[in-house]
C-alpha cells in the first residue's frame, strides 16, 4: 500500500472489512470520498505500520489486486494535495479505458448515463452514486438494457444470478409505471385452455395458467359436463367496488354526529355529488358506516365501469374524505383504508355484503352426463358436497369456504388474462358499454368455477384425485432435493416406477454414490402436490 511504511509484526488488512469499506463509498462531485476513504483507512492500520523515513511519500491503490476491470490503477499520492492518480496498465490491450473516477472527472454522472458504457454504469450503481430503480429513467427509457444491467448489478453486489429467469423477447413499456418496478425480467407460465363451455347459450373457450398438474384436465371435464348437459345459466346480480377510511373525533358524541350525517338522504347525496366528480365512471351507489369508540368506519361502495376501480374508488374516497374534513375540522383522518373495505383478505362482510363482481351460476347435469363423463352417481356427489362442502367448512370455521377449490379455478383465469391475482377481482376488454366486459368476465369465470367444483367432487366421489395427481402432476417428473443434504461431489441418479395397485402409488428411488462403480444407497418416497 505504501513505499515509505514499515509494517509491525506479520499484519495483513482484513479484506471483508477493507471490500465492504470501499462498496459502501458514496461518490461526491468534490472528491471528499477520496480523502474520507483514504483517512478511515489510515486509521484502522495506523497501529500497524510505522514510516520508515520522513517526509514520506505514499501511495494509495485501489482496484482488484491493484487493477479495476477496465485495466487501470487508481492511487492515491499523499504529496499531490490529496490528488487521486489514475495511471494507465501496459498489460491490457484495451483501446478505451475509461474508469468511473474520470468519467466523474469528465463531468460523466447520472445526469447523462445513456452515454455511459455497461461497465461505468454498473461502477455507478455499485459506488451507490445511481439508484438501480432509477436506471429506466436515466437510460433515456431503454427498457431492455435498464433491466440487464439491474441484474448484472445484482449479481455483483448479492452473488445473486438470473441466469434461469429470461427477460429478453418482452415489451417492458407496458410495464414501466404501470405494474411493476425494479424489473429483473418475467416468469413464463405454462397456459392450457379448456372448453368448449356454454355459458348463457354462448359458447366459449377458458385460458388457465398453472403449474399445477391436473387442474387444467380436471376443469376441461367438468366443461364436457357441463356442455353435454345444456351449459350454464349465469347472470351478475350485484357490482361495487369498495373502499373504508377510518376517522376518528374527541369524543363519542362528535362521532356520532357524522355518523348520522352520513346515514342521512342529504349526507349521502352531498357525498355521492364530490364521489361521482372525480371520475367518468365511478359513481356511489352506496355508503355505509360502523362506530366503535371514537372511531367511524366509512364503506363507500362504487360501480366502476370496465375496471377493477380500486384506484378509482380510492380517488373518490379521498375527495369524501376532503369535503368531510371542511365541514368538521376536528375530524381525524387515520387512514384511507380502514380494512372495512376489506381489500386482498378474506372477510365476513365480503362474504356477506359482497365486493367486486357477485354472480350466481346454475346448471342441471344429467345423471347419464354423471356417470358417463363424471365416473360417479348422483347420489355419491350430493352426499360428499354436504359432508365437505357445507359441514366440513363449517367445522373449520372458513370464511367463504364452502367450496372445493374455487380460488384455484380463479387464479389461473386471472394470471392467463392479466388481471391482478391478489384481488380476485378482474377486467375486461372494453366494449361500447361500460362494465359489459367485466360483467361478461366474470359470468365466465363463475361458470369456470362451476365446472372445475363438479370434476373435482367426482374425482374425490370415485377415489380418482390421487391417481391423476400422481399421473399429472409435475412431482414425478422433477423431485427437487435439499442441496444441503445432497454433496456436490456425488454422482446422482434417479428412477421412477408405477405400482399397478388401486392406489397407483409412484416409488421414487433416489441413489446417491461417491463413484458409478459404488453400490446405491436407495431411499423410497411418495410424492404429490394434492391440495
Not at 2 to 19: H, Q, T, Y
Not at 171 to 179: A, E, R, T
Not at 277 to 306: C, P, W, Y
Request: glycine share 6%; proline share 3%; with cysteine.
Amino acid at each position: 500500500m505504501a513505499e515509505c511504511l514499515k509494517w509491525v509484526g506479520n499484519f495483513m488488512i482484513d479484506e471483508v472489512w477493507l471490500s465492504k469499506k470501499i462498496n459502501d463509498v458514496i461518490v461526491d462531485k468534490d472528491d471528499q470520498w477520496r480523502i474520507k476513504l483514504f483517512n478511515d483507512i489510515i486509521s484502522e492500520i495506523g497501529e500497524n505500520f510505522k514510516y520508515k523515513s520522513s517526509p514520506c511519500k505514499t501511495i494509495f491503490r485501489i482496484g482488484a489486486d491493484t487493477e479495476d476491470v477496465n485495466g487501470q490503477t487508481i492511487t492515491y499520492n499523499s504529496d499531490s494535495n490529496n490528488e487521486l492518480i489514475v495511471s494507465e496498465n501496459p498489460k491490457t490491450n484495451c483501446e478505451t479505458t475509461s474508469t468511473l473516477i474520470r468519467n466523474l472527472k469528465l463531468g460523466k454522472t447520472t445526469d447523462n448515463c445513456a452515454s455511459l458504457n455497461d461497465r461505468e454504469i454498473i461502477q455507478l450503481l455499485n459506488f451507490g452514486h445511481l439508484k438501480q430503480r432509477d436506471l429506466e429513467q436515466k437510460l433515456s427509457y431503454d427498457f431492455l438494457r435498464a433491466v440487464s444491467l439491474r441484474r448484472s448489478h445484482f449479481y455483483e453486489t448479492a452473488n445473486i444470478s438470473f441466469q434461469n429467469l429470461p427477460f429478453q423477447q418482452y415489451d417492458y413499456s407496458y410495464v414501466n409505471g404501470s405494474c411493476c418496478e425494479n424489473v429483473i425480467g418475467y416468469v413464463p407460465v405454462p397456459t392450457g385452455i379448456v372448453g368448449p363451455l356454454l355459458v348463457n347459450g354462448r359458447k366459449c373457450f377458458v385460458p388457465m395458467s398453472t403449474t399445477e398438474g391436473a387442474l387444467v384436465a380436471s376443469t376441461n371435464r367438468g366443461c364436457r359436463a357441463v356442455f353435454e348437459s345444456g351449459g350454464v345459466t349465469v347472470r351478475m346480480y350485484r357490482d361495487g367496488m369498495t373502499r373504508a377510511p377510518v376517522v376518528q373525533f374527541a369524543n363519542v358524541a362528535r362521532t356520532l354526529e357524522m355518523k348520522d350525517f352520513l346515514d342521512s338522504s342529504t349526507g349521502f347525496e352531498e357525498i355521492k355529488a364530490v364521489f361521482d366528480s372525480t371520475s367518468s365512471f365511478a359513481r356511489l351507489q352506496r355508503l355505509e358506516t360502523d362506530i366503535t369508540g371514537r372511531l367511524l368506519f366509512i364503506r363507500l361502495e362504487a360501480k366502476t365501469g370496465d375496471a377493477m376501480g380500486m384506484n378509482m374508488v380510492s380517488k373518490g374516497a379521498n375527495a369524501a374524505l376532503s369535503y368531510l374534513k371542511q365541514k368538521c375540522p376536528e375530524m381525524e383522518v387515520l387512514s384511507l383504508s380502514g380494512n372495512y373495505c376489506v381489500d386482498k383478505k378474506a372477510s365476513a362482510i365480503n362474504w356477506i355484503k359482497g365486493r367486486g363482481k357477485s354472480v350466481v351460476a346454475e346448471a342441471v347435469i344429467s345423471a347419464a352426463v354423471v356417470q358417463t363423463v363424471l365416473k360417479t352417481t348422483v347420489d355419491a356427489l350430493v352426499r360428499l358436497g354436504q359432508a365437505k362442502l357445507l359441514i366440513g367448512s363449517s367445522m373449520a370455521g372458513t370464511i367463504g369456504g364452502w367450496n372445493a377449490h374455487a380460488a384455484n379455478i380463479v387464479a389461473a383465469i386471472f394470471i392467463a388474462t392479466g388481471q391482478d391475482v391478489a384481488q380476485m377481482m378482474g377486467c375486461g376488454r372494453p366494449t361500447s358499454v361500460p362494465g359489459e366486459s367485466a360483467k361478461h368476465l366474470a359470468e365466465i369465470i363463475c361458470s369456470t368455477v362451476l365446472a372445475g367444483e363438479l370434476s373435482l367432487l367426482a374425482a374425490q366421489c370415485s377415489n380418482d384425485l390421487v391417481k391423476s395427481h400422481i399421473r399429472l402432476n409435475r412431482s414425478t417428473r422433477c423431485l427437487m432435493t435439499s442441496a444441503d443434504s445432497v454433496p456436490d461431489s456425488r454422482h446422482e441418479s434417479s428412477s421412477v416406477t408405477h405400482d399397478n395397485d388401486q392406489q397407483k402409488k409412484v416409488r421414487v428411488e433416489i441413489s446417491f454414490r461417491d463413484h458409478p462403480a459404488e453400490k446405491p444407497v436407495k431411499f423410497e418416497m411418495q410424492c404429490s402436490n394434492i391440495l
